[in-house]
């Protein structure tokens, strides 16, 4: 049993990789490996498969709940074998959860700032979305994202492997808006792996990502009605 608790985060990796995540990440890179053909027609088929996953607002509402359901289960699984110490829902004090919410909520906006400091662009999906709405559902998305890759697969491989493979995963499910926005958030998943990972306060990280979501739309929807570049 003990040998099989070891080898499971890694197989419940593969897990995440096999599941929508890992089929909108695959969908991205060969899309963009189509448009690098430059053949009309081959660059149309990536074009459509892309616009069959993003153009539909189940589509990440379907990810998201697929894989809580996966972590769900393996969670369950394991703490029901002898992993008692997997349960990273438990809060931590108020004052741990509230200082690691403060850092990762100005790590992120600080990566914004250095981004548009440097003049750097991040496209990302339909611009066109940035309202009020999509603000609020952004939050949602950012918050859920971190049950999927902070809670779930960083925790499954713990130390420098999971940070890593939870940021690379978080950039991978960005990769179909742009690959600047696929780095852009793997940065970012360091940032929130790496504070998460000092304080082990996950409701921190939970909070700040989805503020951080719906503070930087709405940032966005401000600067689209100044009439700003």
């Known amino acids: 049993m003990q040998s099989t608790l070891k080898l499971w985060p890694w197989i419940t990796v593969v897990a995440?990789?096999?599941?929508?995540y890992g089929l909108f990440g695959l969908v991205a890179i060969f899309s963009h490996i189509l448009a690098a053909t430059k053949n009309p027609r081959l660059v149309s088929i990536g074009l459509s498969l892309l616009s069959a996953l993003n153009k539909t607002f189940w589509f990440p509402m379907?990810?998201?709940a697929v894989n809580i359901t996966l972590w769900a289960f393996?969670?369950?699984?394991?703490?029901?074998?002898?992993?008692?110490?997997?349960?990273?829902?438990?809060?931590?004090d108020?004052?741990?959860?509230?200082?690691?919410?403060?850092?990762?909520?100005?790590?992120?906006?600080?990566?914004?700032?250095?981004?548009?400091?440097?003049?750097l662009q991040v496209p990302t999906f339909h611009p066109e979305?940035?309202?009020?709405?999509?603000?609020?559902?952004?939050?949602?998305?950012?918050?859920?994202?971190e049950i999927t890759w902070r809670a779930y697969v960083l925790n499954a491989?713990?130390?420098?492997?999971?940070?890593?493979a939870s940021a690379f995963?978080?950039?991978?499910?960005?990769?179909?808006?742009?690959?600047?926005h696929a780095i852009y958030a793997f940065v970012a998943g360091l940032i929130l792996g790496g504070v998460y990972?000092?304080?082990?306060?996950?409701?921190?990280?939970?909070?700040?990502?989805?503020?951080?979501?719906?503070?930087?739309t709405v940032w966005l929807i401000l600067k689209a009605k100044g009439g700003g570049a």
């Open 157 to 164: 491989i713990g130390g420098v492997w999971g940070l890593l």
């Open 169 to 180: 995963g978080f950039g991978l499910h960005h990769l179909g808006s742009s690959w600047q």
């Open 74 to 92: 393996i969670s369950y699984w394991r703490i029901n074998s002898g992993d008692v110490a997997f349960n990273p829902f438990l809060p931590k």
């Open 197 to 216: 990972m000092k304080t082990e306060a996950f409701w921190g990280v939970f909070f700040a990502h989805g503020l951080y979501n719906f503070t930087a």
């Open 16 to 20: 995440m990789t096999l599941s929508l």
């Open 129 to 145: 979305k940035e309202n009020l709405f999509w603000a609020f559902e952004s939050a949602l998305f950012g918050s859920l994202e």
């Open 62 to 64: 379907l990810i998201v």
């Open 94 to 119: 108020l004052g741990r959860e509230v200082l690691t919410f403060t850092i990762a909520f100005t790590g992120l906006w600080l990566l914004n700032l250095s981004v548009k400091l440097f003049g």
